[in-house]
């Protein structure tokens, strides 16, 4: 089974930043992809950043240039280093790793990031 663990969620005031971690208990390199995604109260989970199969990084248009993820294969974590907090941010933010040859999907049980303004 496998693990996914956030951290280094919080309260900040907009204009801060806040780094999350994602710790998997296994290899993730055995992942075709891994990113985050939020959900905010009332509102649908949406994509964040992510890893893709090829390798490649995709994001959403409302962080561009102030959310950057990466990942460190030799510590099993991937990272979104979150710049210019917006009070829109706030909301869960959850960590996903997909393997394709088994068509799964693992959820961590995600972080909350407030941004008050």
């Known amino acids: 089974q496998v693990q996914l663990v956030e951290s280094g969620g919080g309260l900040v005031q907009a204009g801060g930043s806040l780094r999350l971690s994602c710790a998997a208990s296994?290899?993730?390199?055995?992942?075709?992809?891994m990113g985050w995604y939020r959900q905010a109260p009332g509102k649908q989970r949406e994509l964040v950043a992510r890893f893709t199969s090829g390798g490649t990084t995709i994001s959403a248009d409302s962080v561009k240039g102030r959310f950057a993820i990466s990942r460190d294969n030799a510590k099993n974590t991937l990272y979104l280093q979150m710049n210019s907090l917006k009070p829109e941010d706030t909301a869960v933010y959850l960590c996903n790793a997909a393997e394709l040859w088994s068509a799964k999907n693992y959820w961590g049980q995600g972080t909350q990031v407030t941004v008050s303004s």
């Open positions: 296994r290899s993730i390199f055995s992942f075709n992809a």
